[in-house]
C-alpha cells in the first residue's frame, strides 16, 4: 500500500489549519517529532498539546508545502511557516519534515531547518 495519498491528504488538512486532524488521522500514538537536534516528543497527546502552544501563541499567515517526495515507508515534505509570533515579529521558516510511515501512519518526524537563517519577515 503506497503512503502517496495519506501523505497528500496530509497536507491539504495542514494547509487548511486543521493540525488536531491531521494528527489524530495520520499520526501514530506512540509518535516521536522532533525539532533539528533537540531531544524527540514521544506521543500523540503530547505532541498535539505542544502543536496547540505553538500554533495558539501566534498569529498564522500561511503554512504551505512547496514540495512533497513519497518514497516506499519516507516522505519528506518542505514546508513554509509564516507567522507573527507572540513577540509581535513576522517570521517565515523554511524547513523539511522528514517522517517515518508505518502502517498507514507517522511514527517518526523531524523538522529540519537552519535556526540562524530563521527570519524575520520584511
Same mark, same amino acid.
Given at each position: ?39 524527540? !516528543?514521544?506521543?500523540?497527546? /503530547? ?6 502552544? $505553538?500554533? @495558539? #501563541?501566534?498569529?498564522? =499567515? ?7 517526495? !513519497?518514497?516506499?515507508?519516507? /516522505? ?6 509564516? $507567522?507573527? @509570533? #507572540?513577540?509581535?515579529? =513576522? ?32
Amino acid at each position: 500500500m503506497s503512503i502517496e495519498p495519506n501523505v497528500h491528504e496530509l497536507v491539504r488538512l495542514v494547509e487548511a489549519g486543521r493540525i488536531d486532524d491531521a494528527l489524530h488521522a495520520f499520526y501514530d500514538p506512540d509518535v516521536a517529532m522532533q525539532e533539528n537536534q533537540a531531544e524527540p !516528543v514521544v506521543g500523540r497527546d /503530547a505532541n498535539l498539546a505542544r502543536e496547540r502552544a $505553538f500554533f @495558539g #501563541g501566534i498569529t498564522l =499567515h500561511g503554512n504551505t508545502a512547496k514540495s512533497i517526495t !513519497v518514497g516506499r515507508d519516507r /516522505a519528506v515534505i518542505n514546508w513554509v511557516l509564516d $507567522f507573527t @509570533g #507572540g513577540d509581535g515579529v =513576522h517570521y517565515v521558516i523554511d524547513q523539511l519534515a522528514t517522517q517515518q510511515w508505518k502502517n498507514g501512519r507517522i511514527v517518526h518526524e523531524r523538522f529540519v531547518y537552519d535556526s540562524a537563517a530563521t527570519r524575520a519577515a520584511g
